[in-house]
Each structure stands twice: as structure tokens, then as C-alpha cells.
């Protein structure tokens, strides 16, 4: 019995340990479990993933209840300490994207995937991070709107506020607009300086050129 105790003791989480197998650091938690407000996740070559501040094993489903309550963390590799936060998150996107409600569509998937490796791709990541924080922006303004009128509308009192040309609106979607401007902007000067490249300036019809 000892000798089966002593076992479970020394074994590493880099092994093929048992469910009860913790690393090292859960006897003597480390300083990273308490440095500041960041949470520092170890991911194992077992693929289990070990939370420094309770020092026990947690789920990818754990992870995502943490980035549903705006609680920042880090993932790093047990061994080499390599920053895996991104490949955590896209495994949570890719399960719930083979549920039953994908956001994406196969055609927007197609076309992400074609900016990688293209010369605008770091411009189309931009416009897609800004668009998306413009829209969660205007979302929190909206709920901040309907929070100090009372009660949210019912659906028959939604298509006022959706008018474009309602005041309300023109104030909400103001910044997100002029934010989808400038990046157009951009994205036309970039195309512009590339035709330019490829052509010399001498591209009929080019923005610059002289057509001739």
C-alpha cells in the first residue's frame, strides 16, 4: 500500500498520470499563482491544463467561463514556457463553432483564410479587431441607453431605435463609422501604393496615375 502511495506522489504531469496527479507546484504554489490579477494556466505534453491559483487541474470549458467574466489569464507551456493563450482560445472558438450555432459561415471562413500570407493581411486583422471592438462598444451604449430609459422595448418598439436615421442611433453608430472610414481609407491607399509598385504608376484608371 505504501509503495503504491509513493507512486502517485512522484509522478509528473508531463506523464500519462492518473486524475489525482498534481504537479509539483500544488504542494507549494509558486509566486506566479499570486503575481497581480493574472491567472497563469499550465498546459502539460498530457494536453491537461493546471491552474496556478487553486492549484488543481481545470477544462477547456473552465477557460472559456473564465473569458465569459472578463477575468485575463495566460496559458504557457508546462516545459518550455511559451505563450499558448491563443491556441487555447481558438480550440474554445472551434468547439463552439462544431455546436449547433456557428457565427462563422463557410464562405467567411474561406475568406480569412485567403488574407493569410497576402500583403494586406495585417490590415484586414486590424479592421476586424477595431470592427469588432466598435461593435462591442456600441452594444454596452445601447444596453447603457436602455438601462436609463427603463425597461428594454418590446420587439415592435426596436425598429425606431434600428433607424439609422434616428438621432439615438446616429450618436451610437457615429464612432463606429468613422472608425469603418479610416480603415477603408487605408485599405485604398494600400491597394493604391500596390498597383502603383506592380504597374510603375502607369495603370490606366489608377488612383496617382497618369493613364498613359
Request: glycine share 10%; hydrophobic share 35%.
Amino acid at each position: 500500500m505504501a509503495t503504491t502511495r509513493k507512486a502517485r506522489s512522484t509522478a509528473r504531469p508531463d506523464e500519462e498520470a492518473g486524475e489525482d496527479s498534481l504537479p509539483p507546484e500544488a504542494e507549494a504554489p509558486g509566486a506566479e499563482a499570486a503575481a497581480g490579477d493574472l491567472r497563469v494556466l499550465k498546459k502539460y505534453p498530457n494536453r491537461r491544463l493546471y491552474d496556478t491559483r487553486i492549484s488543481g487541474y481545470i477544462t477547456l470549458a473552465d477557460v472559456k467561463q473564465m473569458v465569459l467574466d472578463h477575468e485575463r489569464f495566460i496559458v504557457r507551456d508546462a516545459k518550455t514556457g511559451e505563450d499558448l493563450t491563443r491556441s487555447i482560445l481558438l480550440q474554445i472558438i472551434l468547439e463552439e463553432e462544431s455546436g449547433g450555432l456557428p457565427m462563422f459561415s463557410e464562405q467567411m471562413l474561406a475568406q480569412v483564410i485567403r488574407y493569410y500570407g497576402h500583403t494586406m493581411q495585417g490590415l484586414m486583422g486590424n479592421y476586424l479587431e477595431q470592427t469588432m471592438q466598435s461593435f462591442v462598444e456600441l452594444q454596452n451604449r445601447f444596453a447603457d441607453q436602455l438601462r436609463a430609459g427603463g425597461p428594454p422595448p418590446g420587439a415592435e418598439a426596436w425598429a425606431p431605435f434600428m433607424n439609422l436615421q434616428n438621432p439615438l442611433m446616429q450618436n451610437l453608430m457615429g464612432p463606429y463609422l468613422d472608425s469603418s472610414k479610416t480603415l477603408f481609407q487605408q485599405m485604398q491607399e494600400q491597394m493604391q501604393k500596390q498597383t502603383e509598385t506592380l504597374f510603375g504608376g502607369r495603370f490606366p484608371g489608377a488612383p496617382g496615375g497618369s493613364g498613359r
